[in-house]
Each structure stands twice: as C-alpha cells, then as structure tokens.
C-alpha cells in the first residue's frame, strides 16, 4: 500500500532542494570542519568588535538580508538578475532551520560551557540595558547611561 503524502505535494520537493542546497554550499563554507563553523567564527569576529551577537542571531541576520531581497523584489515588481525571489526564499528556509540548529547547541553549551558572547551580552545587559555595552542606542548616538562607554569582551 502506497503512503499517502499529507499537506501540499510540492513541500517534500522543496524541502529535498533546501537539502541539497545545504550540502552543496556547506561543502564551501565547512570544508570538512564544523558544518556551522562560519557563524560561530563571525560571531567572534563582532564580539570582538564591540557587537555582542550569538552565532543564532548571526544566522537570523543572513536569513533576514535575503527575506529583505525578496520582499524589495516583491513589492518593486521584479526578479533578481544573480538571484530571484525563490532563490532568496530557499535561503530564508536554510538559513531557518541553521538558526534552529545553532539555538540548541547553544542551550547545550549553556549547561557545560559558557560562550564568550554570552558571558559578554549578559555582561553588556547588566552594564547597561539602554544599548546592552555597545556604548550607543540603536539611533548611533552615545547612550547617555553609559556615556559611550563600551563592554570589553571576555576571552
């Protein structure tokens, strides 16, 4: 007896896509070492810049450029010319479910381990919940909390 799909045919037809893109963009970014490796390295590289983000928030950041293509070329009324709006959605999907991923290992972590960044943020939101140490609000200008003045990361 033949299973019968439930929800819309073409779902397992795209999510088989989303897995084939993953494995062969991961083969670039991982080269055989940790498949998610490049958000924890660029979440080094911002903490220690001053910009405390997890590897989680890293990957929502990349899903979010892409969901941000998609909706510009939505609402403007046209297709990419490198990218179209289902390239860019098929990332948003990838990138999702990497954010899923990364969440877990990092509340694993959390019981063993803690990550720089966090020690960091958790730090910054004690020091200062107005700009959480990066020393200016969201608008760019100097937190007045603060005065500018920035949380230096932990090693």
Not at 75 to 101: C, M, P, S
């Amino acid at each position: 007896m033949a299973e019968s799909v439930k929800g819309h045919p073409m779902f397992r037809k795209l999510t088989e896509e989303e897995i084939k893109l993953h494995d062969e963009k991961n083969e670039d970014y991982a080269k055989g070492s940790n498949p998610l490796g490049n958000f924890y390295r660029v979440s080094e590289v911002l903490t220690s810049m001053g910009f405390p983000i997890s590897p989680t928030m890293v990957c929502i950041v990349y899903a979010m450029k892409q969901l941000d293509a998609a909706v510009h070329m939505l609402t403007q009324g046209y297709e990419g010319e490198v990218e179209n709006v289902d390239t860019r959605l098929r990332d948003v999907h990838v990138y999702f479910k990497l954010a899923r991923i990364l969440h877990m290992e990092e509340q694993e972590s959390l019981d063993t381990y803690i990550e720089p960044w966090y020690e960091t943020v958790v730090k910054a939101i004690e020091c200062c919940p107005v700009c959480i140490g990066t020393g200016r609000r969201a608008s760019g200008d100097v937190c007045s909390k603060c005065n500018g003045a920035k949380v230096i990361p932990i090693d």
